[in-house]
Every structure is written in C-alpha cells, then in structure tokens.
C-alpha cells in the first residue's frame, strides 16, 4: 500500500488533459498538501508548546514574540487547518454532486467521509491547545455539543474527564491533536489513494 501510495503522490506520467483546470480542480490531491503543511509546522510548534495547563498560553506568547519566524509557523499551521477543511468539504460536495459515490466506489466514499470527520476532529481538538478564552469557550461550547449525541456523554467523559482546561483534559486533546488523529488521517488517505489507483475510474494511465 506504501509503494502504491508514493506513485499516487509521484505518477511516472501524467496525460496533458488532466493537467488542465476542470471542476475537480484536484481537490483530494490539495488537501493532502494542506496535511503535509500541517504536519510540518506542527512538527515546528512542538518544539516550544507545553501541554500544561500553566505553561500552554505562555508558551504561545513565547513563541509568537520572542522565536524567529514563530508568529508566521503558527499561522501558516492555522491557515492550512481551515484551507483543509474547506477543501476536504468541497472534495466532498464534488464526489456527491458527480455521483462518484456510487458502485464500485462505495467503499472509498466510506473512507473518505471518516477521513472528513477526522479533518473536523484535528481541528476541535487543536483549538484547545492555546489555552485561552477564545479556545476555553469553543472547547466548551463544543463539549456540551457532544453531549447531545448518541453516547455522547461517554466520548465527553473520555475528551474532558476533569474539566475543560485541566490537565487531563489537556494533554487528551494533546494526544488527540499530535498524534492519534494524524496518524490514522494518514493511514486512510493512503487506503484512500491506494482504492483510487486499484479501480482505475478516473485516470486511466494509473
């Protein structure tokens, strides 16, 4: 799956009427360059966050004031997140609108409407992690939210079993945020690509 997903990223060739603008303007292939963008610059942010509930938000007005660059990092990892989810959304309203759900490629919609809730998760987890009150209300808003769906208050208890904010809840969401999400965000864009290229639908030189 590995080999199959480094020639999805990397095609030996490419034929000169799918490098032109269509309506699809490769949005699958956008978003995932959003992820790598992400992946980097939080790979950067680690190097000055801490996950405590006295240290979060100082560590963030270090990095924005006193660290070469930090303030840019950071809004480039911002940025990315939403330019992320709004392409994920449209890739999304594009393969409905275009019926690629349908036989024989049911199963690659599946993985791709859990890898948009996954994209929804990174981001409500990230919010957090500044530790201020803009991330204390949306955090909370968005806990209450929860509360609201089936087995809602178990997943509450799981993402907050202290409170909003405190240290358990924290370094969940940290936890969440750096490395469970990610990593099965990339495992199933790399089903999600290997599915692509088996059934050979839409570029037919795969």
């Not at 080999?3 to 490419?14: A, G, M, N, W, Y």
């Not at 190097?47 to 270090?62: K, N, W």
């Not at 990315?80 to 890739?91: G, P």
């Not at 089936?150 to 750096?178: K, Q």
Request: hydrophobic share 50%.
């Amino acid at each position: 799956m590995i080999s199959v997903f480094v020639k999805h990223l990397f095609p030996r060739f490419v034929l000169e009427r799918n490098l032109r603008l269509t309506y699809t303007f490769c949005l699958g292939g956008l978003a995932f360059t959003s992820f790598l963008v992400l992946t980097v610059t939080g790979l950067l942010l680690l190097f000055y966050y801490r996950p405590s509930p006295g240290a979060a938000y100082e560590s963030i007005l270090y990095l924005e004031s006193s660290v070469w660059g930090g303030a840019y990092i950071r809004s480039l990892h911002r940025l990315s997140s939403h330019t992320l989810l709004v392409l994920v959304a449209l890739h999304t309203l594009r393969v409905i609108w275009t019926g690629a759900y349908r036989p024989p490629r049911e199963f690659n919609w599946i993985v791709g409407v859990i890898l948009l809730f996954l994209v929804v998760a990174q981001a409500y987890t990230g919010v957090l992690l500044p530790l201020d009150q803009t991330a204390w209300w949306a955090t909370q808003t968005g806990t209450e939210l929860i509360r609201t769906l089936p087995f809602g208050e178990g997943l509450r208890t799981l993402l907050v079993p202290d409170m909003v904010g405190g240290p358990l809840s924290l370094i969940r969401f940290y936890a969440f945020h750096i490395a469970i999400l990610p990593i099965a965000t990339l495992s199933l864009s790399m089903l999600h690509f290997f599915t692509i290229r088996k059934q050979r639908g839409l570029l037919p030189y795969l």
